[in-house]
């Protein structure tokens, strides 16, 4: 989710994806996802699959064709679903080459399970977003957590709506990638980043020990990866809808500020059992 959210005009389908047939060509309207990977979900919804079965499905296939079927691309706006386009035809070629065994090298998480892991992390995203607004639409007014709070979850953001964080948080990115020199290469940094929502989670509360207030970026070193700050966003959410933490900004401009919520160190959470981890 490299690019701002983008304002969908018209009434989009429930897989989030629209087609127009016109002499047997399908156009894709790329305007309609927030990125590829927006749009793998999606396809992966479309074909009824689990997400770790999307290198044996027609899924790769089917994202590799639309991106050739698809024309006059707006070049910033394709470029990460070409990046993804080459990563996805970087594993499909490894996939045919016989293993290359390396004894005196460190095991990385070869390309195949970070992409499938970012895809688990971006559904969770989704539907802990979705969760967070019709929390949003029903209580709107603040109140104490309940102390039995697995039964009943009243998320607070003090000063700030879900949709703001959210577009606060694009904008943080959006002056990182200026400030950045990095590519945005898919397969030049998949391969050393490892980040999982529980790693984070956990990072987040032992922070909490410590001080009771900071800001959203204080949380990364210099050169923290754009996945980095992804994973980050989705354990910040779950902590919202927790109870654990309140979020806060003075102004839209601002730095997104994250403050501990009284009495959260008695909250548990069973980070390891909640989520998936991807070997």
């Known amino acids: 989710m490299s690019e701002e959210i983008t304002e969908v005009q018209g009434e989009q389908s429930e897989q989030q994806y629209a087609f127009e047939e016109e002499q047997n060509v399908l156009e894709l309207k790329l305007s309609n996802f927030d990125g590829p990977l927006d749009l793998l979900l999606s396809l992966v919804k479309e074909n009824k699959i689990e997400i770790k079965d999307i290198f044996v499905s027609q899924v790769t296939e ?36 016989p293993p290359v065994v390396k004894d005196d090298e460190p095991e990385e998480e070869t390309p195949e399970a970070v992409l499938i892991r970012q895809l688990e992390e971006y559904k969770l995203f989704k539907e802990i977003v979705t969760e967070l607004k019709e929390q949003e639409n029903v209580d709107r ?54 980040f999982s929502v529980p790693q984070k989670i956990n990072f987040i509360r032992e922070v909490l020990k410590t001080v009771n207030e900071f800001k959203f970026a204080e949380l990364f070193e210099p050169g923290a990866s754009r996945n980095e700050y992804v994973t980050t966003f989705i354990a910040v959410l779950e902590l919202t809808k927790l109870q654990i933490i309140t979020i806060r900004q003075s102004d839209i401009f601002e730095d997104i500020v994250i403050v501990k919520r009284e009495g959260s160190d008695d909250i548990h959470v069973d980070v390891e059992g909640e989520y998936e981890q991807v070997e």
């Open 62 to 97: 089917q994202f590799l064709e639309y991106m050739n079927q698809v024309s006059e691309l707006d070049v910033e706006l394709a470029s990460e679903y070409m990046a993804m386009a080459a990563t996805l035809l970087e594993i499909k070629s490894r996939a045919l080459l």
């Open 141 to 194: 007014f603040y109140r104490d957590p309940d102390k039995n709070v697995g039964k009943e979850v009243s998320v607070i953001k003090e000063n700030l709506s879900l949709d703001g964080f959210i577009a606060a948080f694009n904008k943080f990115l959006a002056k990182l990638q200026v400030k950045s020199q990095q590519s945005t290469t898919v397969s030049r940094t998949m391969a050393r980043e490892s």
